[in-house]
């Protein structure tokens, strides 16, 4: 009795699995915008805080020949303003795509 309880416990547990991974996924894709340009956001310098500017900064690699001509990574850093949480989130999911991560002290966003 206990191993056919036990059995279909776990077999209720597999058959839910699929339905909790996909809640959870359309919350995170909800939560990040991916169609967001890496040039998305302005150029700015370091606002001071408590202005309430959103400011994204990346910082990785990559390896793209032409712009490495051929030889090793090439580093990629951005800074960049936003005026909202959302669309710095999607700007750093496109640069995360788009890079290879680097420092990740210099990588998210934040609210000054």
Known sequence: MKRSALTLM???????????????????????????????????????????VIVGRYSGTTDNPIISMGGDYVGVSAYRCFRSMEECRGWLYTMRSKYIDGNFVLIGCDKR
């Open 10 to 52: 776990l077999g209720l547990a597999f058959a839910a699995q699929p339905v909790i991974s996909l809640m959870d996924m359309t919350e995170v894709q909800a939560a990040v915008r991916k169609n967001v340009s890496e040039y998305a956001g302005e150029r700015c310098n370091t606002p001071p805080r408590g202005s309430g």
